[in-house]
């Protein structure tokens, strides 16, 4: 998904998985027919929340707004099934009820295993790296393994580039002013 405000999520048809399409923040994400992933339920709530923001729709409406984005007939017969339920959740809890229902069992193991081996690889820039980290680091927010901001750092901090690494210790970053400078000082220096 993009960085900015309007994203289209191409199909992905080797792996048979749902894609987001959010071709403006004025309009409902959707997700299409097939398998749900940590990473598409996380692109989805950061679409929708682009467009709660950008439509100012209040906590109160935020599933009623999106109810009907998913186009995966398991997923609408859950929701129709449940629809009285579903409309009285926050969003969180409507997307940890999505989660618990249609995502596989060991998602939270997977992705946590997935953010404890990353390491940025040769060749790839501190700022995939920093995007892919965090991004895995959001798939399990609201779950105990998410790190805040301090044991982030030092996640990061550990399995950037070696060269990378030595660099930043010769300069001011040692200090580290503060999370988001020191990023953005690594993102320079890369």
């Given amino acids: 998904m993009s960085s900015n405000n309007t994203s289209n999520s191409n199909v992905n048809a080797d792996s048979g998985e749902a894609v987001i399409s959010h071709m403006h923040p004025s309009k409902v994400p959707t997700v299409s027919l097939g398998t749900l992933t940590a990473k ?9 929340k682009n467009y709660f923001t950008y439509k100012g729709i209040t906590e109160a409406d935020q599933v009623k707004m999106i109810i ?21 959740m926050s969003f969180k809890d409507f997307v940890d009820n999505i989660c618990k229902n249609f995502l596989k069992d060991n998602w939270v193991c997977k992705a946590c295993r997935d953010h404890d081996n990353f390491r940025q690889q040769p060749g790839t820039s ?6 892919g980290i965090t991004h895995c680091n959001l798939l399990l927010q609201n779950m105990p393994s998410f790190l805040n901001e ?37 993102d320079t220096l890369d």
């Fill in 40 to 48: 598409i339920i996380a692109d989805f709530t950061h679409a929708c």
């Fill in 68 to 88: 009907a984005a998913f186009q995966d007939l398991s997923i609408t017969y859950h929701i129709k099934s449940n629809e009285e339920a579903l409309l009285t």
């Fill in 126 to 131: 501190f700022h995939e790296f920093l995007i």
């Fill in 150 to 186: 301090p044991r982030m750092w030092v996640l990061i901090d550990n399995n950037i580039d070696m060269d990378l690494n030595a660099w930043a210790e010769e300069e001011w970053l040692q200090d580290k002013p503060d999370f988001k400078k020191w990023c953005e000082a690594l």
